[in-house]
């Protein structure tokens, strides 16, 4: 069993859809949670940062962990079409710089 | 402008010959990774270094070398590159202070015939 997993996708949706993106992990002792995103032939970039069970916002994103389950989330409200690109969780243990990354959900937002 | 720079950006090379695919960040961050990435395996942490002279193995070392002699630079060295070295390659690299907050760079695309 992988430590983080990801559906890969893609997804494709309209524009102004909210759009919902998961992870599960298998070792509680993960402690940081991140979402990445990635556009195409660039480097990833962080969207959000988290270490608590909850919601945090950040504008149109909203990252949701919840511990108990091992599971969380990245919502996208209002999707554009330069939202499109691959989003990458990852989640780390808060030892120096590991980080496990998932393999990435490829989204599409049309117009 | 805060970035993290890597040289060559794309990269074509025969089995065996030495390479180098150098990486530099100016914001004075204390960590730097190496990661790999593949399509259905993600990213993948090679090598990372903590600070100057402190270096440590991630997921998949074997076949890679790096050196941290100063706080800038991170080179990955390829000492006998094989074909299944064939990846895009990214550098990283993160303050002491939020380690997780990770800052990549362009990537380099290598092909290793």
């Known amino acids: 069993q992988k430590e983080v997993e990801q559906d890969p996708g893609p997804l494709s949706v309209p524009e102004g859809a909210i759009v919902s993106l998961n992870c599960t992990y298998s070792n509680s002792a993960f402690q940081y949670f991140m979402w990445y995103r990635q556009y195409s032939r660039k480097g990833p970039e962080l969207l959000m940062y988290?270490?608590?069970?909850g919601n945090k916002e950040d504008g149109r994103f909203t990252a949701q962990v919840d511990k108990s389950s091992k599971y969380i989330s990245l919502f996208i409200r209002d999707s554009q079409p330069s939202d499109s690109a691959t989003y990458l969780c990852a989640i780390g243990t808060g030892t120096a710089s590991k980080l496990t990354f998932g393999t990435g959900t490829r989204l599409q937002v049309t117009l | 402008e805060a970035q993290v720079t890597q040289n060559p950006r794309y990269l074509i090379t025969v089995t065996g010959k030495k390479l180098t695919v150098t990486c530099s960040q100016n914001?004075?961050?204390?960590?730097m990774s190496w990661y790999r990435q593949d399509p259905g395996l993600g990213l993948r942490q090679i090598y990372y270094?903590?600070?100057?002279?402190?270096?440590d193995k991630g997921d998949v070392p074997e076949g890679y070398k790096v050196s941290r002699k100063e706080k800038r630079n991170f080179p990955l060295i390829l000492e006998s590159p094989s074909p299944n070295q064939t990846s895009l390659y990214f550098c990283?690299?993160?303050?002491?202070?939020?380690?997780?907050?990770?800052?990549f760079g362009p990537g380099t695309r290598l092909l290793v015939l």
């Open positions: 270094s903590m600070n100057v002279e402190v270096t």
């Open positions: 914001m004075n961050h204390e960590y």
């Open positions: 988290t270490y608590s069970s």
């Open positions: 990283a690299s993160s303050s002491r202070a939020v380690q997780e907050t990770q800052y």
